[in-house]
């Protein structure tokens, strides 16, 4: 039985394969956003990755179109420009992705995220666009009912995630 659900696991586990592809996919897409809204050298402080693929807890695409979810730090003077028009920041992130990504199969930007499918059925990146506040949790943005800016705690769910799974615990 044990040598079995060990199998079972190791069917689950993403292939090294599999997360160079995740990888490069959401770095390609917070390294376009990046160039397109900071006027510098590319900087990886910009992005936060979390859900499944920062808590290790994502397993093998079973089905197509596995999302990998990463969050894109925003300057304060964009999210005033976008303040009272949230929207138009994803409208305007879901046109940068498009000239980067002119060949992928769908660009969508709806309710809170900007979702790039690509065409190859494996992964694809959910972008939230967030402004990060003092106390390090996010405003982010919500098309829904008129817009408005909703509060956002990832890091309170990777910590409770990394408290869950720490071994020594038990």
Known sequence: MEENFSQFLD???????????AKKKYEGVC???????????YNENHKLLFGSYKTRTNIRPIIPEQDV?????????????????PERLLQDMRSALKQKYATTDKISAWGKVILIQFSDGTHNVEVLPAIENNDSTFLIPNTESGGSWEYFD???????????SDKSRV
């Open 154 to 164: 990832p890091r309170s769910q990777i910590n409770s995630s990394s408290f869950a």
């Open 11 to 21: 069917n689950l586990k993403l292939t090294s394969n599999q997360r160079e592809d």
């Open 31 to 41: 390294e376009c956003l990046d160039k397109h809204y900071y006027d510098s050298e």
């Open 69 to 85: 979810d990463v969050l894109f730090k925003i300057s304060e003077e964009l999210y005033n420009s976008y303040k009272n028009n």
